[in-house]
């Protein structure tokens, strides 16, 4: 049995454990909280703290620039345009 060269390389070992990991939790947490704020489980005021916080430990965890700034185009989608006022300044 042999193990694909590709698995062992610290690029593809650092970016699973990485960027593309906290780019995919943050995605995950936006929905979940839109989602919410959409069906009427949180309220305006829940979600605008929660995105707000949210955004704090993005800014604060090693993501890169290009990850944030596709997180930020979760607000441009049509499904999501409704929480688009809870999208930061940057």
């Given at each position: 049995?042999?193990?694909?060269?590709f698995?062992?390389?610290?690029?593809?070992?650092?970016?699973?454990?990485?960027?593309?990991?906290?780019?995919?939790?943050?995605?995950?947490?936006?929905t979940?909280?839109c989602?919410?704020?959409?069906?009427?489980?949180?309220?305006?005021?829940d979600?605008?703290?929660?995105?707000?916080?949210?955004?704090?430990?993005?800014?604060?965890?090693?993501?890169?620039?290009?990850?944030?700034?596709?997180?930020?185009?979760?607000?441009e989608?049509?499904?999501?345009?409704r929480?688009?006022?809870?999208?930061?300044?940057?």
């Amino acid at each position: 049995m042999t193990t694909p060269s590709f698995a062992i390389e610290d690029k593809v070992l650092e970016d699973i454990a990485g960027d593309s990991y906290m780019y995919g939790f943050f995605l995950g947490k936006f929905t979940a909280a839109c989602g919410f704020y959409l069906r009427g489980s949180i309220s305006e005021k829940d979600a605008k703290e929660f995105f707000e916080e949210t955004f704090k430990i993005v800014n604060i965890v090693k993501i890169s620039e290009i990850s944030k700034n596709n997180l930020l185009l979760f607000f441009e989608q049509d499904v999501n345009k409704r929480c688009k006022k809870f999208k930061p300044n940057k």
